[in-house]
C-alpha cells in the first residue's frame, strides 16, 4: 500500500509564504516524477510544478512550473526520504486552493509506474 501524505498548508496574508512537504511511504521501490497540482472551487485541477527523478542524484532533476507561480513556487525533493516540497512565496489571493501532491510510484521490481495521490492540503491567502 502506497500512501502520499501533504502537509503544511495554512492561512497566509499576501505576500507570505508557505512550504508544503509530501512524503511517500509503503511499498515503493522506486519514484519517478512528482508534481503539486491545485484546485480552486469551480475550476479545474491544474499542475503547478514538477520535477523529474533526476536519476541517481539525491535532489532530483529537471523542474517544470506554471507561468502564473515562476519566480514565486519552487519545487524540490529529497529522494532519499520519499520526499516533495513546494516553497511558496509572494503569496497571492488567487493561490488559494487545495493542494495535491501526485508522484508516479513502481510499487515493486516487477510492478509498473502507477499515479498516486495525497488528500490535499489547503491553502488561503487573505487578508
Known amino acids: 500500500q502506497v500512501q502520499l501524505v501533504e502537509s503544511g498548508g495554512g492561512l497566509v496574508q499576501p505576500g507570505g509564504s508557505l512550504r508544503l512537504s509530501c512524503v511517500a511511504s509503503?511499498?515503493?521501490?522506486?519514484?519517478?516524477?512528482m508534481g503539486w497540482y491545485r484546485q480552486a472551487p469551480g475550476k479545474q485541477r491544474e499542475l503547478v510544478a514538477g520535477?523529474?527523478?533526476?536519476?541517481?542524484?539525491?535532489?532530483?532533476?529537471?523542474?517544470y512550473y506554471a507561468d502564473s507561480v515562476k519566480g514565486r513556487f519552487t519545487i524540490s525533493r529529497d529522494n532519499a526520504k520519499n520526499t516533495a516540497f513546494l516553497q511558496m512565496n509572494s503569496l497571492k489571493p488567487e493561490d488559494t486552493a487545495v493542494y495535491y501532491c501526485?508522484?508516479?510510484?513502481?510499487?515493486?521490481?516487477?510492478?509498473?509506474?502507477?499515479?498516486?495521490w495525497g488528500q490535499g492540503t489547503q491553502v488561503t491567502v487573505s487578508s
Open positions: 501526485n508522484a508516479q510510484i513502481r510499487p515493486g521490481r516487477d510492478a509498473t509506474y502507477h499515479a498516486y
Open positions: 509503503g511499498s515503493i521501490f522506486s519514484i519517478n516524477n
Open positions: 520535477i523529474t527523478s533526476g536519476g541517481s542524484t539525491t535532489s532530483g532533476g529537471s523542474t
